[in-house]
């Protein structure tokens, strides 16, 4: 009866901790909706999403957070993005450019702060020597940049998306009279990619377009200047100037009566446009996989605890909190699919919530099975995976949409339904028997925990969940190369992605074939588990550091640190186990 109350309490505090934040701030008749503003469709970077995506994901690479704080009290991003395009006085100081780089702070004249953050007025008076610097970097080859080069880019980078943004939403009745034809005709032909794409079809106009040029079209001297280049009035345009115009003079009132107006018209002319938007802002708002993660280290703890004093009840509660925090997990994975498109797995952060999800999958399934010989070893190596990889999705989320528009070569459906999910799984099960390798070692090293018994256990966990991971990389890696002879004509072509994977084969082979022939035990299984986490961190992350081959679509210049730190841990934690077993506190096992 205890038990069960436990476990309730566990599953209302699951229940509890996932709703919160879901629902918007309450906003009076008299406030600004911008709790409707963010509702509003807009494009950028190919795809289709509501205000309140755009301006999280600009927020996030921009700062690193989805949030940000003035003067103690916190903003959210569309708040901050319509203060930023309408040119409130408060928007200047808003703290959003992350710059941490010591040698580009000094460049720029800026002082070291707690949280490396600082406001557009901060860097107003440097922008020349910020341009300048980013310029000469741009201008050399990759391998002549050194630190200093690639961080000035990246900064730089960020101020120009930031000055793009503003410029879509530019004034054009400020704009002198003998520079309108070639500002107008210089939106006309913006890219996709270039700015934000702030009005949708409708009936008058067949394409999305930024708000700039719709609105050059409503300056009184332009019809005379364009002539036969002259641009369409839009309406939705009128009204979207009319309500940023209101939010700038402080009219909530006539803010408000555009935004319905916009809206209805809008929703008249083209209701497609609203499509699956308010389900996104619902996803944003849960931030499901954040969530799930910090409940994951909850598991982990509880779990540990439990395991290392033999408590059942705290092993039961965290098996009952990794499975509700699973549930959330599974369904924001759901929703990607849904909102995208696409199947699960499509770029690098797509694939680390995945193999997150599949190894807390796993973990439960272990629990499951290994209940009463091995209790909350499922909970650990489920709850660690989980929480390790979706703090890297976390990370690799602030290059942006993590649903962007797929490059050309990868838009299959089929192929990425059942080479990349397959081999993702294979990542997952190489890992989940690393970390409970892990585990047994560290339980037989600086524990008396690891009798007969749970060795023998653990090192089952190990052979079976290795005999997965080979099945699942090998039959991944032979449909990649199906893929590659349909998309370039050739099976295999020594890519470094294809050696990668190649080599988690390999490796996993190598594994077994040693368990059968009796050259290796428990202990030599879990090292060799150990290592071949190593093999799949290289394969999944290292090869697109090289940046070169066919497979380079996912790099990213902070990965490489980070990879470095994970391989290194293993190796000493590899030589933690070469230590003689007699210096074990578990003694041999």
Not at 313 to 330: K, S
Request: include cysteine; charge should be positive; aromatic fraction near 12%.
């Amino acid at each position: 009866m205890r038990r069960s109350l436990i476990n309730l309490l566990v599953i209302g505090f699951a229940l509890w901790f996932f709703q919160s934040g879901v629902k918007p701030p309450m906003e009076a008749p008299s406030d600004f909706q911008l709790n409707a503003f963010g509702h509003l469709p807009v494009k950028f970077g190919g795809r289709k999403k509501p205000v309140d995506t755009f301006a999280r994901n600009l927020l996030t690479v921009l700062s690193d957070k989805q949030t940000v704080r003035l003067d103690g009290e916190k903003v959210s991003a569309v708040q901050w993005l319509l203060d930023s395009i309408c040119g409130r006085p408060a928007a200047l100081d808003y703290p959003v450019f992350r710059i941490e780089n010591l040698d580009v702070l000094s460049s720029l004249g800026l002082e070291e702060r707690p949280r490396f953050r600082y406001t557009y007025r901060d860097l107003l008076p440097h922008l020349g020597t910020l341009d300048t610097a980013a310029r000469s970097a741009f201008g050399k080859e990759d391998r002549q940049r050194d630190l200093y080069d690639k961080q000035i880019m990246k900064v730089a980078n960020k101020i120009y998306l930031f000055q793009n943004v503003l410029s879509a939403f530019e004034d054009p009745s400020g704009i002198p009279e003998e520079q309108l034809i070639a500002t107008a005709q210089r939106y006309m032909q913006l890219e996709n990619y270039s700015i934000p794409l702030i009005i949708p079809p409708n009936s008058g106009n067949p394409r999305w377009r930024p708000l700039m040029s719709s609105l050059l079209a409503t300056h009184p001297e332009l019809e005379q200047m364009m002539g036969n280049h002259k641009i369409v009035a839009d309406p939705l345009a009128q009204h979207m100037a009319a309500m940023l115009t209101a939010y700038r003079e402080g009219d909530a009132t006539r803010f408000n009566d555009e935004l319905m107006d916009y809206g209805r018209r809008l929703q008249s002319d083209n209701p497609a446009t609203f499509e699956k938007l308010s389900f996104e802002v619902f996803y944003n708002r849960l931030g499901a996989f954040m969530k799930s993660a910090q409940l994951y280290l909850i598991v982990f703890m509880l779990s540990l605890f439990g395991w290392l004093f033999r408590k059942e009840r705290l092993v039961d509660a965290a098996r009952t909190l990794m499975i509700f925090a699973f549930i959330p997990h599974t369904l924001a994975i759901v929703a990607r699919v849904f909102l995208s498109g696409y199947p699960p797995v499509t770029n690098l952060y797509s694939s680390a919530i995945f193999i997150g999800w599949a190894a807390v999958g796993a973990g439960i399934v272990i629990e499951l099975t290994f209940r009463k010989k091995a209790a909350g070893m499922g909970n650990l190596a489920g709850s660690i995976a989980g929480f390790l990889t979706l703090l890297v999705a976390h990370f690799l989320a602030g290059d942006g949409d993590t649903m962007e528009q797929m490059r050309a070569v990868l838009d299959t459906r089929f192929w990425l339904t059942t080479h990349v999910i397959t081999i993702t799984l294979g990542y997952m099960a190489t890992f989940v028997a690393g970390i409970v390798a892990v585990f047994y070692i560290f339980a037989g090293v600086l524990t008396r925990r690891l009798d007969e018994e749970t060795g023998e256990n653990l090192y089952r966990m190990m052979y079976s969940t290795i005999c997965f991971a080979l099945l699942l990389s090998f039959v991944g890696t032979v449909l990649g190369g199906l893929w590659a002879d349909d998309s370039w004509g050739r099976f295999w072509g020594w890519d470094p992605k294809e050696n990668g994977a190649l080599m988690i084969v390999i490796w996993n082979a190598i594994l077994l074939h040693a368990k059968y022939g009796k050259s290796i035990a428990r202990r030599g299984f879990a090292l060799m588990s150990v290592g071949g986490g190593i093999v799949t961190a290289w394969s999944w992350f290292g090869v697109n550091q090289l940046s070169v081959g066919l497979h380079s679509y996912g790099f990213t210049q902070s990965a490489s640190f980070w990879l470095m730190v994970f391989v290194l841990s293993q190796f000493a934690i590899i030589m933690l186990g070469l230590v003689p077993q007699r210096f074990w506190k578990s003694g041999r096992v």
